[in-house]
C-alpha cells in the first residue's frame, strides 16, 4: 500500500506556472504507475497526465499537452507536474494517483492510490 500527499497548489494568473508535488511513501515507489487527474467545479475527475513504473513512458490529455509536464524522482519518491502557461479553465482540485497495474491507465477506476487533492485557482 502506498500513501500520496500532494501539495504545490495555489493561485496564479493565467499565463503562469505551477509545479505540483507528490510525496509517496509505503510501498516500493517504482512499483506504481503514477498519474494526475483533475476535478474542475461541477465536472467528473478527469485524467491529466499519466507516467509508466520505469518513468520512460508518459501520457497527457490533449487540453494539457505541450504545457505541463509530468516527472517522477526515485531518489525522493515524488511525482510531480509541472505546468505551465496555465489557463482559467485549469482551475481545479489536482489528485495524485497510484496503481500497481502494468499500463498505465487513463480512467480514475484504473487508480487503486488517491491523495488527498490540492487546490488549483487560475484567475484571468
Known amino acids: 500500500q502506498v500513501q500520496l500527499v500532494e501539495s504545490g497548489g495555489g493561485l496564479v494568473q493565467a499565463g503562469g506556472s505551477l509545479r505540483l508535488s507528490c510525496a509517496a511513501s509505503g510501498r516500493t515507489f517504482s512499483s506504481y504507475v503514477m498519474g494526475w487527474f483533475r476535478q474542475r467545479p461541477g465536472k467528473d475527475r478527469e485524467f491529466v497526465a499519466t507516467?509508466?513504473?520505469?518513468?520512460?513512458?508518459?501520457y497527457y490529455a490533449d487540453s494539457v499537452k505541450g504545457r505541463f509536464t509530468i516527472s517522477r524522482d526515485y531518489a525522493k519518491n515524488t511525482l510531480n507536474l509541472q505546468m505551465n502557461s496555465l489557463k482559467p479553465e485549469d482551475t481545479a482540485v489536482y489528485y495524485c494517483?497510484?496503481?500497481?497495474?502494468?499500463?498505465?491507465?487513463?480512467?480514475?477506476?484504473?487508480?487503486?492510490?488517491w491523495g488527498q487533492g490540492t487546490q488549483v485557482t487560475v484567475s484571468s
Open positions: 494517483a497510484a496503481d500497481l497495474r502494468v499500463v498505465p491507465g487513463v480512467r480514475w477506476a484504473d487508480y487503486a492510490y
Open positions: 507516467m509508466n513504473r520505469s518513468g520512460v513512458g508518459t
